[in-house]
């Protein structure tokens, strides 16, 4: 049974009702990167997500966070803050373009020093780097065709209690039906069908922001 449409009035409501609803720091960087990046500043997570990563950061007690996918810093921050104070978090992205507006954000936070950037192909990077325990909690928001190869690495990475989530997995829709066949469509079909079908994970969509993928090793 399903019992909410989500029309534009509905979800100003659900963000007006987050605590808090303002948040100062989030709120420059989307206006920051809006302003020197006007034409891909979507890519920006929106704060009903960023409360959500926050929130699973919290309850998870997560000390080991990892990103694929960082772009000015808008879902490490929201992930860094929920951190305690020993813990960490490696984000990695192709390109360091980005990072001089994600570090005035992760300063004005205060968390820059619990951020390590790993810049290079995530896929090569995550597969040398050298994570000294097990990750507690992995976002995953990078290109779409290299979804699979990351659930590839990280899931073996994951601590017992260890949990992934993917984002963009509804696509705006287009991952529904077979029409739109492009590069992105087409593997984010690919993994939300290959992840529906493995007998070695536990995983649940959530229509959350572009919609997100939980996954836990079962
Ligand atoms: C949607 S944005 C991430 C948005 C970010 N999570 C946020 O909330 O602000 C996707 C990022 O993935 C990065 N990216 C694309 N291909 C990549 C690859 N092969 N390896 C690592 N990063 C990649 C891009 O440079 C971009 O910064």
Not at 67 to 84: D, H, I, K, N, Y
Request: include cysteine; hydrophobic fraction near 45%.
């Amino acid at each position: 049974m399903r019992w909410i449409q989500m029309d534009d009035s509905v979800f100003e409501y659900v963000q007006r009702h987050a605590n808090p609803s303002h948040d100062p720091v989030s709120e420059q960087l989307a206006a920051t990167t809006q302003e020197r990046w006007a034409d891909r500043a979507g890519m920006n997570i929106g704060p009903d997500q960023g409360h959500f990563l926050e929130m699973m950061v919290a309850i998870t007690g997560a000390e080991l966070v990892v990103e694929v996918g960082t772009f000015t810093g808008m879902s490490a921050l929201w992930m860094a803050r929920a951190l305690p104070e020993h813990g960490r978090m490696v984000c990695f992205d192709i390109t360091d373009q980005y990072l001089d507006i994600a570090t005035e954000a992760w300063d004005a936070a205060g968390v820059t020093d619990r951020i390590e950037m790993v810049i290079g192909p995530a896929a090569d990077r995550i597969a040398e780097y050298d994570f000294d325990r097990p990750i507690d909690l992995a976002f995953v928001d990078a290109d779409k065709p290299g979804y699979q190869s990351y659930l590839d690495l990280l899931l073996p990475r994951l601590s017992d209690r260890g949990v992934i989530v993917v984002d963009n997995v509804l696509w705006s829709g287009a991952v529904v039906g077979d029409e739109a066949q492009d590069e992105s469509t087409v593997a984010l079909r690919a993994f939300n069908d290959g992840v529906a079908e493995r007998d070695d994970v536990v995983a649940v969509m959530l229509p959350i922001g572009d919609g997100v993928t939980m996954i836990r090793r079962r």
